[in-house]
Nanobody, 131 residues
């Protein structure tokens, strides 16, 4: 059974940085997609970034929403089964609850929009960007 837990949220000033962590315990499959999403009050869930494993014919791939491209970076530490989301140049509009999700399927670029294809979700971590 795969279990996902996020951490690293908090209060940060505009222009600041945070690094979120997502531990995907029980992930033993060679094939996976792990994504970061967020949801602000009154808004729909938004896919931010995701990483899909290699399918054997291509390398692992990372994807970013336009709203965070150039500011957020996703990475994975295989030894720790942890995916990180480094968030720089944070803006007040980045304020939201951030969620990590995982699936043992390879979603490729659809990983940003096919939120319902993820089977495992974390409880969320609050990120507040305010002066």
């Amino acid at each position: 059974q795969l279990h996902v837990v996020e951490s690293g949220g908090g209060l940060v000033q505009p222009g600041g940085s945070l690094r979120l962590s997502c531990v995907a315990s029980g992930l033993t499959s060679d094939y996976y997609t792990i994504g970061w999403f967020r949801q602000a009050p009154g808004k729909e869930r938004e896919g931010l970034s995701c990483i899909s494993s290699s399918d054997g014919s291509s390398d692992a791939s990372t994807y970013y929403a336009d709203s965070v491209k150039g500011r957020f970076t996703i990475s994975r530490d295989n030894a720790k089964n942890t995916v990180y989301l480094q968030m720089n140049s944070l803006k007040p509009e980045d304020t939201a609850v951030y969620y990590c999700a995982a699936t043992v399927r390879i979603l490729f670029s659809l990983c940003l929009t096919w939120g319902n294809e993820y089977d495992y979700w974390g409880q969320g971590t609050q990120v507040t960007v305010s002066s």
